[in-house]
């Protein structure tokens, strides 16, 4: 039966964004890293009629992988047994490390030992509970782990209620006039959880950790405009008279009703804008660039960067409860461990340059985390509330 690595690399393969690693890994699968145009050829043909705008299902990669074995002519039988002796050994291997390796979805530099989770003194865990709070028009803040659920407060005829799940509604009758509907701020720190708040025109907007939004009690007048520091996804209600509109430091993100997601760090460099479905334009000093699903805006320095055939399982993974490291380096890497676990990062030396692939569930312990990435090759360990990372 196909692994999901091998899924994965054919996938890859298939959308062109095999890397040259990946690349040779994929070779290794088939136990023919020499052959390259043989196997590659034999690639294309089963591959010939497959659609680039989905994903290969697991089924047809064990499908293109049974056909090209049969398809090698090395000579000899003891060959071909090899080859395949070696993909079910690599795979075997692979799937004891998967067991063994604290939550990894799967692991994509198989090479690379895997540490056993050891034991330690310190340790900090995944955040259990929502830190977020909501500063009112009136400056009261709100913590949003005091509302029982049910419970409801009111400004100016709009309730604001925690739901069952955990998340904030606004609700309105929007007989306000433009102008006169106060702003409250919902700021998530780090280490919380992602909350999601439903606006009043019933926008659903998931705020990840160390983010704000400020947006109006209810929208009036002709437009629905919000602000945003950190990183968000959003789920518009489309509404054609009254386009919705937010404000990322000096980008600007136009929609009637779309998903989408960005990501504006005050510390991370550019504003990035990923649309998932639907249509936005980004704007910034002038300039303006409309988004296909798939695509993605960097905003930086007044200049807008467009990036196709983005992994959008790669950019939503902090909604869905996962770490997705594939080709990401290590401060990229570090960034996200720091604001998921309310940690410091602190460099002994230059900062290695190199990057990694895998997933691994945000559930886990900051320890298990860092003992995938030694495992992985890099030099990283707890002191207290720091993580300290040496060449």
């Not at 690349?23 to 034999?42: I, T, Y």
């Not at 230059?350 to 990694?356: A, L, N, S, T």
Request: hydrophobic share 40%; aromatic share 8%.
């Amino acid at each position: 039966m196909a692994n999901e690595y091998l899924n994965y690399l054919l996938n890859q393969y298939q959308h062109g964004r095999l890397s040259p690693e990946e690349r040779q890994q994929l070779l290794m699968a088939f136990g023919d890293p020499e052959n390259e145009l043989d196997v590659f050829s034999w690639i294309d043909q089963e591959m010939e009629f497959a659609d680039t705008s989905v994903l290969i299902s697991e089924q047809r990669a064990e499908e293109v992988f049974s056909a090209i074995l049969a398809k090698r002519q090395t000579g000899t039988k003891g060959s071909r047994t090899r080859s395949i002796a070696f993909f079910r050994g690599w795979w075997a291997a692979a799937s004891v490390l998967l067991v063994m390796g604290v939550g990894l979805y799967w692991l994509l530099r198989p090479q690379a030992p895997v540490m056993l989770v050891s034991k330690s003194e310190t340790d900090i865990v995944a955040p259990q509970i929502n830190r977020a709070r909501i500063t009112l028009s009136n400056g009261n803040n709100i913590p949003l782990d005091s509302l029982n659920n049910g419970q409801v407060v009111l400004q100016d005829d709009v309730k604001l209620t925690k739901q069952s799940n955990g998340q904030i509604t606004y609700q309105a009758d929007n007989s306000g006039s433009p102008g006169t509907m106060p702003y409250n701020i919902l700021t998530n720190p780090n280490g919380s959880r992602p909350v999601c708040v439903t606006l009043s025109d019933g926008t659903k907007v998931w705020v990840n950790v160390g983010s704000s939004i400020t947006y109006p009690v209810a929208f009036t007048g002709n437009e629905r405009k919000v602000f945003l520091t950190g990183e968000a996804y959003f789920e518009v209600t489309r509404q054609p008279e009254k386009k919705f509109i937010v404000q990322s430091g000096h980008s600007i993100t136009e929609v009637l009703g779309t998903h989408f997601n960005i990501h504006a760090y005050k510390d991370e460099q550019g504003i990035t804008t990923t649309l998932i479905e639907g249509a936005v334009r980004v704007l910034t000093d002038g300039r303006t660039q409309q988004l296909a699903p798939g695509q993605q805006a960097i905003v930086d320095n007044g200049n807008i960067k467009m990036r196709t055939n983005v992994d959008v399982e790669q950019v939503l993974a902090w909604k869905n409860g996962i770490f997705n490291f594939n080709q990401v380096d290590v401060p990229g890497v570090m960034s996200q461990l720091s604001r998921w676990y309310d940690v410091d990062v602190v460099y002994n030396g230059p900062v290695p340059q190199r990057k990694f692939w895998g997933k691994i569930q945000r559930e886990l312990k900051l320890v298990e985390v860092l003992e995938f990435l030694q495992g992985s090759g890099l030099n990283a360990k707890l002191e207290g509330k720091k993580i300290v990372v040496s060449q």
